[in-house]
């Protein structure tokens, strides 16, 4: 089953490395989430509903339906929707690739941080197009791990960056996604296609980026994935420490750290 492969796990510290992740990233990922009055929007893959505050809140006047594999997630957003008093998102569990829906149910669909995962994204897209009204639109947001780089330069560090991105690709998945939504929204049919970069640039002016970001963002998930890589050997526990030390690094005062986002818009003709 999928959440099986779900690289990052479920764990505590990965619900909160995604809130973190959320929140830090509003700004730069979501300024432009805005959807019509009264359209019913599908958040695909909403994990324990990270993005889902921020997408309802955003969109007081649309109603959103948030689906996710793992029932232990859908329980956790539950709750939190719950407790920030939201009343425009149901949530429920369900899998992408075989939606309860029926053909053209919602006037716009956003997926975010969920096609990395999958072994057929393609699949995936298909599948969301088909529950989409014609003239809706698909929003995916994606990272792309290719385009790390920081200052001070590290080996070390891309080292331990690698194993993220060898560990997805075991599980089928692709950390260098973001690169690939034009032809992934192209190979589904999708026409008027943009795809937004949205590069996160980080030095010591930026403290928020460097905490939440640098720090509670990136680092906290390629460490998050140390114990598995070395078991695996894909690497060794010594230069995996050197590695998360010099991400740390890059978060010091005269550290410099750059992450791109891709977010690709598409509609059903
Ligand atoms: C990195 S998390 C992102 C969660 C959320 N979108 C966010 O940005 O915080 C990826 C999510 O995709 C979900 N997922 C993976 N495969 C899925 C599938 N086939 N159907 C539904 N959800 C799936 C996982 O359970 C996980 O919650």
């Known amino acids: 089953m999928e959440s099986t492969k779900y690289v990052h796990g479920y764990s505590e510290r990965e619900a909160l490395r ?22 019913l929007v599908l958040e695909a893959g909403c994990g324990v509903g990270a993005q889902t505050k921020i997408l309802a809140t955003k969109n007081p006047d649309s109603n959103f339906i948030s689906v996710d594999l793992s029932d232990d997630s859908i329980r956790e957003a539950k ?90 690709k075991q599980n089928g998945g ?8 034009y032809p992934l929204f192209k190979s589904v049919e999708l026409t008027d296609i943009s795809v937004s970069p949205r590069m996160v640039y980080v030095d010591a002016s930026r403290p928020q980026l460097v905490e939440g970001f640098i720090k509670n963002t990136f680092t ?13 050997g ?12 010099d991400l740390y690094r890059t978060a010091e005062s005269d550290g410099v750290f750059s992450y791109t986002f891709f977010k690709g818009f598409g509609t059903k003709n």
């Open 18 to 39: 995604l809130n973190d992740q959320a929140a830090t990233l509003d700004d730069i990922i979501h300024n432009d989430s805005r959807f019509s009055k009264e359209s």
């Open 79 to 168: 709750g939190m929707i719950k407790s920030l008093g939201i009343n425009n998102v149901e949530l429920m569990q369900a899998d992408i690739y075989n939606l309860p829906f029926n053909d053209e149910t919602f006037d716009s669909v956003i997926i975010c941080f969920v096609l990395e995962h999958l072994h057929n994204p393609t699949q995936a897209l298909n599948e969301l197009k088909r529950v989409l009204k014609k003239g809706g639109t698909i929003v995916a947001i994606e990272g792309d791990h290719g385009s790390t780089f920081f200052h001070p330069d590290s080996k070390y560090a891309y080292s331990a960056i690698n194993c993220q991105i060898q560990l997805q």
């Open 174 to 181: 692709n950390s260098n996604i973001g690169r690939e939504l």
């Open 220 to 232: 906290a998930m390629i460490e998050g994935i140390g114990e598995k890589a070395i078991k695996q």
């Open 234 to 245: 894909l690497v060794d526990n010594s230069t995996f420490e050197k590695g998360i030390k």
